[in-house]
């Protein structure tokens, strides 16, 4: 049922593609890329993408998971990761955000390898949208896009690679408890996580001056809003064309 909310719809995972413009403000060749990729999986009746089952990949969702079980996140939002919304008026648009606090914001939850974690997390530190807007087009308009689909006005961008003591405790887990099974994760998806050296896994040393979670929690620029629901709405247009 999920997946019949994003086959042949603008997702918001794809926002900073129907964003993406020219010097003239007009919208770049990405824009036309991306209802080109649409029209066909309606043509098909199916994802014109094969999910590739990567290590980051599966790491990504099991860290989303142990994120959300950590009480300061818990606390404050309700998962929602299998929830799949298409907007109340706009055709062919829809969005899974990661996390919601109904009625106040959303979040999109990233957790990536060191190299890009550095990256995000240094800029997030910053506090600025626009550094975000120019630096992480894809986790911007992604969560802008959530934040309509959610008729809420904030928006929070968290990311999330455990230290070494809590990956080590994450891979007891997994060796002696059903935490993989009972979130509806394949076991089999994870063995490298229990078989590889540690060392090839992401983590944060415990003494890094890093912390292992880096937020940053903005009210979503209306302007910004306004300029994704009329791509849409002009993807939506050039769709039946």
């Not at 993406?20 to 014109?48: H, W």
């Not at 996390?99 to 060191?114: D, H, M, N, Q, S």
């Not at 001056?209 to 849409?232: A, C, G, Q, T, Y």
């Given at each position: ?32 890329t ?19 089952n ?58 990536y ?12 530190l ?61 076991p ?32 979503v ?9 009329s ?11």
């Amino acid at each position: 049922m999920e997946e019949e909310k994003r086959n042949g719809y603008f997702t918001s995972s794809q926002m900073s593609r129907l964003c993406a413009s020219l010097k003239n403000g007009k919208p770049s060749q990405a824009f036309y890329t991306y209802i080109d990729e649409v029209k066909g999986e309606i043509a098909m009746g199916r994802s014109s993408d094969v999910q590739v089952n990567t290590k980051p990949l599966k790491y990504g969702s099991l860290m989303e998971i142990i994120l959300f079980q950590k009480e300061e996140i818990e606390r404050e939002y309700r998962m929602a990761h299998k929830l799949t919304i298409k907007h109340d008026t706009i055709e062919h648009y829809s969005g899974t955000p990661d996390f919601i606090l109904p009625g106040v914001k959303v979040a999109e939850v990233k957790c990536y390898y060191p190299k890009h974690f550095a990256s995000i997390s240094l800029d997030l530190l910053k506090k600025d949208i626009e550094i975000i807007k120019e630096n992480h087009k894809e986790v911007y308009w992604q969560v802008v896009s959530n934040s309509i689909l959610c008729d809420v006005d904030k928006a929070e961008i968290i990311v999330f690679m455990p230290y070494k003591s809590e990956m080590e405790q994450i891979i007891k887990d997994i060796e002696e408890t059903n935490i993989l099974e009972g979130n509806n994760l394949d076991p089999s998806d994870y063995y490298f996580m229990t078989h590889d050296n540690i060392n090839t896994l992401p983590y944060l040393p415990n003494d890094s001056k890093m912390n292992n979670i880096n937020r940053f929690e903005f009210i979503v620029p209306l302007e910004d809003k306004e300029l994704l629901i009329s791509r849409v709405k002009e993807a939506v247009e050039l769709l039946n064309t």
